[in-house]
């Protein structure tokens, strides 16, 4: 059961990763009649979290997707993915030190 709930929730995320990347692709991000500099720096916050999430390994960005953007706990995370906590844990781990490495790398590169 958790293998299929696992695989659909992996379907779904490819999914909703899909349908943001043709939104921006498209240019409706920029048509958002709210051209505040706030909504703006939300925008370019989100498009660099999103490209950060795609060097992520599939495990990696799977665990950070479940307890970072879903809110689960580890323990429940662990058991929808299968693996032990302490796997996830570090997997998780390694993820925010990449995801912390790669946002800090296009602050700095804009700059």
Do not use: C
Request: charged fraction near 25%; proline fraction near 3%.
């Amino acid at each position: 059961m958790f293998t299929a709930m696992r695989n659909a929730w992996i379907d779904e995320t490819r999914t909703r990763t899909r349908r943001r990347e043709s939104f921006a692709a498209n240019g409706e991000a920029e048509r958002v009649p709210d051209g505040s500099v706030a909504s703006e720096e939300l925008k370019v916050q989100a498009m660099s979290i999103q490209s950060a999430m795609a060097v992520l390994p599939t495990d990696q960005r799977l665990v950070v997707a479940l307890i970072l953007v879903d809110g689960m706990s580890y323990q429940e995370a662990a058991t929808v993915l299968g693996i032990p906590e302490g796997t996830l844990t570090s997997r998780l781990s390694r993820a925010r030190a990449t995801l912390i490495a790669k946002l800090n790398e296009g602050r700095h590169g804009h700059h």
